[in-house]
């Protein structure tokens, strides 16, 4: 099973992209890369994951739109829930320049039979697709008190917040279930860039590495251990829950 992870660029930016592969019970990263053109991050789809081959595609974007204007739920209860670590989302709705773009990706990925799992049976092989939002998933999965803030703000700071996620990463995935081998970061992100465009090429690719985990814990664990914000009619969020915390 594949685990695909996509920091969609919502305009014209680029968009990280990752794949896991689940072998002999561990994950691990066989592709990261960055790419600007939908046309060719769907070839890069379509060369990952064989037609038929099981996988679950995990895309931080909103490919659910059904509202004119406004806000959709999932993003209403990301503030709701979220908004004290300051991760509420973006509002989306279908009058907002990046809808279009963003809900044909969705449909792109329909094309090919990933089907749409804001509900799962956990482990159980398919193509699927889910809309997901680093920010709370990083908060619940490393146990923060507040979200990284390695998007906006100076240089200098947003390298620090980028070097914890990082470091986050390599620590402490190895130690949940699903296990995540990170070796290939070390060479990938043995220095972390300290220019504005070398560092949002990192960052892109490292929100990536978190959506593709976020594909991997909802397939293995479901409901269980995630929480859905939406459902498939008004759009929905999938991030993992803060175990322990019986905050949801």
């Not at 889910?130 to 490393?142: G, K, Q, S």
């Not at 996620?165 to 220095?191: A, C, K, W």
């Not at 892109?204 to 814990?217: E, N, P």
Request: net charge neutral.
């Amino acid at each position: 099973m594949k685990f695909i992870g996509i920091d969609l660029g919502w305009k014209s930016q680029p968009s990280g992209l990752c794949c896991l592969e689940l072998i002999a019970g561990k994950l691990q990263i066989i592709d990261l890369d960055r790419l600007e053109l939908i046309p060719d991050i769907l070839t890069w789809v379509d060369k990952t994951v064989e037609p038929q081959e099981p996988a679950i595609i995990a895309v931080d974007a909103p490919t659910l739109i059904p509202n004119a204007v406004g806000s959709r739920l999932p993003d209403k209860l990301t503030h709701k829930y979220f908004g004290k670590y300051h991760a509420g989302c973006y509002p989306a709705n279908q009058n907002l320049p990046f809808a279009e773009r963003t809900v044909n990706f969705g449909l792109e990925l329909e094309s090919r039979g990933f089907v749409h799992a804001p509900t799962i049976e956990p482990r159980r092989a398919g193509r699927y697709q889910i809309e997901v939002f680093p920010h709370p998933a990083i908060v619940n999965l490393f146990n923060l008190e507040r979200i990284l803030k390695y998007k906006k703000g100076r240089i200098s700071e947003r390298r620090l917040e980028l070097i914890k996620l990082y470091n986050y990463i390599i620590d402490i995935l190895p130690t949940r279930e699903p296990s995540l081998i990170p070796v290939p970061l070390g060479g990938s992100f043995s220095q972390i860039p300290t220019t504005g465009a070398a560092l949002k090429a990192a960052e892109d690719k490292l929100d990536s590495v978190i959506c593709a985990y976020v594909a991997a814990y909802w397939w293995y664990w479901g409901e269980k251990h995630n929480l859905v914000l939406g459902d498939r009619t008004t759009g929905y969020i999938v991030i993992p829950t803060n175990v322990g915390s019986g905050e949801y």
